[in-house]
């Protein structure tokens, strides 16, 4: 689905770049597992880095009770950004540098997510997180359930914006004699690495690594 950019959402800079559909968006949450979240209080503005995670058309957080920033996201609208960098542009300028990368800006206000739907979500989170786990370990207790606030924010209004592709140099520069290309950048995931007294390794574990 393609949707049309509100005002605080229109690209501006460099228009061709943006996306406003959401297989685009949900593809760039659904490869994070952090985003960054901005508002602010009556100390000023703030940008914390939180877990995160999608189900449909909203993005997930939790917390504690006690935390700072999600007594604000209840009470005002906030902007969660999430980035990813897929390789560094090497041009003929200094200033024709640039990279590839996807980034997605989303602005609402995040709601709090309460009784089964607050369990069903922290265990989708898990899944998330790693596929097949959530099976293996305890579940979360009543205590610790009342002690977590789960929020989520529509995606209803957001934009991407994406790059890829090799150096664009301006015609002038094309005489110089350097190396241009793109320095590919990998999320790669390493060996395991088993705690003291770790069960049999099962096989989703195994799989781990290798994977992007």
């Known amino acids: ?20 559909d959401s297989a685009t968006l949900y593809a760039i949450i659904d490869d994070a597992y952090v985003c960054h979240i901005a508002f602010t209080d009556d100390n000023g503005p703030h940008c914390i880095p939180t877990a995160c995670w999608r189900e449909g058309g909203h993005l997930y957080i ?11 996201l209840a009470e005002s609208e906030s902007c969660v950004t ?30 709090i997510v309460e009784g089964d739907a607050k369990r069903g ?4 989170f898990m899944e998330q997180l790693l596929p ?5 370990v305890r579940g979360g207790s009543d205590k610790e359930y009342a002690a977590t606030t789960v929020m989520r924010i ?8 994406v790059r890829a592709g090799g150096p664009q140099d ?3 520069d094309m005489a110089i004699d350097t190396w241009t290309g793109v320095l590919p950048l990998q999320r790669v995931r390493a060996a395991p690495a088993p705690a003291e007294g770790a069960g049999e390794t099962p096989g989703y574990i195994q799989q781990w690594q290798g994977k992007p």
Do not use: W
């Open 1 to 20: 689905m393609k949707t049309h950019p509100s005002p605080r959402t229109r690209v501006r800079r460099i228009p061709t770049n943006a996306a406003y």
């Open 62 to 72: 939790h917390g504690s009770n006690g935390s700072r920033m999600l007594k604000r």
């Open 82 to 111: 999430i980035t990813h960098v897929d390789g560094l542009v090497m041009a003929r300028s200094a200033f024709n540098h640039s990279m590839n990368y996807r980034s997605a800006m989303v602005y609402g206000q995040f709601e």
């Open 121 to 124: 979500a922290m265990e989708a």
């Open 132 to 136: 097949g786990r959530q099976a293996q």
């Open 154 to 161: 529509a995606l209803d209004e957001a934009a991407c914006k």
């Open 170 to 172: 301006d015609a002038e």
